[in-house]
Every structure is written in C-alpha cells, then in structure tokens.
Nanobody, 121 residues
C-alpha cells in the first residue's frame, strides 16, 4: 500500500491549506478503509488530528474541531484535509494513514510519507 501526501507548505497564521493523500496498491481498496490524518513535531508523539470512516463519519480532537475538515473522494482514491484558521501550533509534519476505526478508537496500519506544514506568526 502506498499513501502519497502532498499540499504542505508555508502559510501565515489565519490562512488555509489543503492536504491531499492519494492511495494505491494492488490489493488495497480505498473505499473499504477507514482513513486518518496525524501530525508530528520534533520530540513529540504523533497526534491524531482527524478520522473518516469508510462510511464517511468524521471525528476530530478539540484542538482542531471547527477548523479542520477531513474528506475523501473514493473515485479518486484520495483523502483530503482542509485546514482553516491555521495557528503556529499547527506547524508539524502531517501524515495520512489507512487503518481501522473500532468504536471511538482508530487503529493505524499503513503510513504515508509526511508533508511539512509551517504556519508563521
């Protein structure tokens, strides 16, 4: 399974970015998988920032709720993360992930390479 993330960059505080993650793999059926975005800063654990089930249900931690929106286009095998009202604290390397949602817990399986997001103050 290959997950290719893109769309990161440098943006001013209050600005917006859209991250994309395209999935591929001979045995990987994108539409059947729950997906997520994580982020990580140096010296810290990877943090879950958004999940979307195969059925389209979404969830977010309070730190990004109302500012970030996760979505998916199954026809394009692509996952998105729309980020608005960005803050310097949102600066991180963002990773997409294919995994499994069980109840309120998300279990990551396949990782993509990260894309850097830097928010300047």
């Amino acid at each position: 399974v290959q997950l290719q993330a893109s769309g990161g960059g440098l943006v001013q505080a209050g600005g917006s970015l859209r991250l994309s993650c395209t999935a591929s793999g001979s045995i990987f059926i994108f539409s059947d998988n729950d997906m997520a975005w994580y982020r990580q800063t140096p010296g810290k654990q990877r943090q879950l920032v958004a999940t979307i089930t195969s059925g389209g249900n979404t969830d977010y931690p309070d730190s990004v709720k109302g500012r970030f929106t996760i979505s998916r286009d199954n026809a394009k095998n692509t996952l998105y993360l729309h980020m608005n009202s960005l803050k310097p604290d949102d600066s991180a390397v963002y990773y997409c992930n294919a995994g499994t949602m069980k109840g309120v817990y998300y279990y990551p399986r396949y990782w993509g390479q990260g894309t850097q997001v830097t928010v300047s103050s």
